[in-house]
């Protein structure tokens, strides 16, 4: 992966950093916040027959985190693609000029 300079790169992690704070923070919130801190608040509630704190405590944080990884992994083929470091080709020249500049053969 090569950058065109390095304020390039810099602009680069600082949005990926920035966009793995939020997404953390939002599993902190939903795996901490409702299935420990919020429990009882959300045990009034129910989902499915079971009450929505328990549900957040055994399974919705885990949900939740399935998603934001399939939102992440979205949001960095933009990124990558943003700052011209993505790592797919469609084209097989274009794939074979990457990997002689990758590993100069």
Do not use: P
């Not at 680069?12 to 599993?27: D, K, P, S, V």
């Not at 916040?33 to 009034?44: K, M, Q, S, T, Y």
């Not at 960095?76 to 469609?90: A, T």
């Amino acid at each position: 992966m090569s950058f065109e300079s390095e304020q390039h790169a810099k602009d680069y992690w600082r949005e990926n950093l920035r966009l793995m704070l939020t997404l953390l923070c939002i599993w902190f919130a939903v795996s901490f916040g409702f299935g420990i801190l919020l429990v009882d608040v959300l045990n009034a509630i129910k989902l499915g027959g079971f009450k929505l704190g328990f549900w957040f405590a055994q399974q919705g944080s885990i949900y939740v985190f399935l998603v934001l990884i399939a939102v992440y992994v979205a949001k960095m083929n933009k990124l990558d693609r943003k700052y011209n470091v993505h790592e797919d080709h469609e084209d097989e020249d274009e794939f074979e000029e990457a990997l002689e500049e990758e590993f100069g053969q």
